[in-house]
Nanobody, 114 residues
Framework: VQLQASGGGLVQAGGSLRLSCAASGIIFRLITLDWYRQVPGKQRDVVASITSVGGTNYATSVKGRFTISRDNVKSTVYLQMNSLEPEDTGVYYC?????????WGQGTQVTVSS
């Protein structure tokens, strides 16, 4: 299983970014995918999840601002991040769990300046 995340960068508060995570080595359409965020000195926390049938769940802090989506043809999950705040700064990871194991992408840095 391989996960390749991209799309991070530096943006001003109020701006937008879209993260992408391309997956291979899995039956993509059957799995739940997650985006996590980690800041230095803290644990990695889930930001958003999307199930195989498109059900979504969000952390309270990002509801109404972030949207997770998936493209089963491209085996890619996206995280559209709008109205970004400095508190959204961190390394974002995509994650899948399959066959009793969890797999992580390499992480992409998002920095929101005030």
């Amino acid at each position: 299983v391989q996960l390749q995340a991209s799309g991070g960068g530096l943006v001003q508060a109020g701006g937008s970014l879209r993260l992408s995570c391309a997956a291979s080595g899995i039956i993509f359409r059957l799995i739940t995918l997650d985006w996590y965020r980690q800041v230095p000195g803290k644990q990695r926390d889930v930001v958003a999840s999307i199930t195989s049938v498109g059900g979504t769940n969000y952390a309270t802090s990002v509801k109404g601002r972030f949207t997770i989506s998936r493209d089963n043809v491209k085996s890619t999950v996206y995280l559209q991040m709008n109205s970004l705040e400095p508190e959204d700064t961190g390394v974002y990871y995509c994650r899948v769990a399959t066959g009793g194991k969890a797999y992580w992408g390499q992480g992409t840095q998002v920095t929101v300046s005030s």
